[in-house]
């Protein structure tokens, strides 16, 4: 299913359920979420995290006419992933401010060296904030917007149930995690 103008709830109809539907978009977003590390979380954008993005927009800036609400839409449909891949936000979190200035100066470039890894199929590095121009050279930006784009073979595997592992190889932050089973069958969806 395509995000739409007509597909999506008005304000009204949108206020009326937000506040009842919570609990199942937080643990939605919570099964489709994977840590690696202690300072880098991936969020694995689906059509219904999305949908909920632009609902939560339009309700939060009251847009109701129809350009506002098709830049809404044109500005977060392309996180829907489209049958081949995976999108994600990536989220890299230092509570701490100094701490948080420091890291994202050491992590410069940490966005390219992002992967997963589906058993038995070579490392898929991912493709990172394609639609925006990101050129500080002196730190990374703590929220980037990932694509890992899997070959059909990669993706019949992880439909057919192989281990897929996310890992990260920059220098300052050397990580991987394997992705839990709930958590994969819920990605599996995303891929045809």
């Given amino acids: 299913m395509t995000i739409t ?3 999506l709830l008005t304000l ?11 609990p199942a978009v937080i643990a939605h977003r919570r099964l489709r ?4 590390g202690e300072h880098m979380t991936l969020q694995f954008e689906d059509e ?38 995976w999108k994600a936000t990536m989220l890299i979190e230092y509570p701490d401010p100094n701490e948080r200035k420091r890291e994202l100066a050491r992590l410069i470039g940490v966005e390219d060296r992002m ?19 990101r050129e500080n050279d002196e730190k990374t930006s703590s929220v980037h ?7 059909a073979a990669a993706r019949e595997a992880v439909r057919a149930g192989a281990g897929v592992k996310l890992g ?12 839990a089973a709930d958590t994969l069958a819920s990605l599996a969806g995303d891929l045809r």
Wanted: net charge negative; with cysteine.
């Fill in 168 to 179: 990260c190889d920059h220098t300052h932050y050397p990580a991987h995690a394997s992705i």
């Fill in 12 to 22: 009204e109809a949108y206020a009326r359920i937000r506040k009842t539907d919570k």
């Fill in 115 to 133: 992967f997963v890894e589906v058993e038995g199929h070579p490392r898929v590095y991912a493709i990172a904030d394609e639609d925006l121009a």
């Fill in 48 to 85: 219904q995290t999305i949908r909920r993005q632009i609902q939560e927009m339009l309700h939060i800036e009251k847009i109701f006419d129809e350009d506002g609400i098709q830049a809404e839409i044109d500005a977060y449909a392309p996180l829907v992933p489209d049958g081949t891949n």
């Fill in 145 to 151: 917007f990932l694509r890992f784009e899997l070959a």
């Fill in 33 to 36: 979420s994977v840590h690696l």
């Fill in 5 to 7: 103008r007509d597909s």
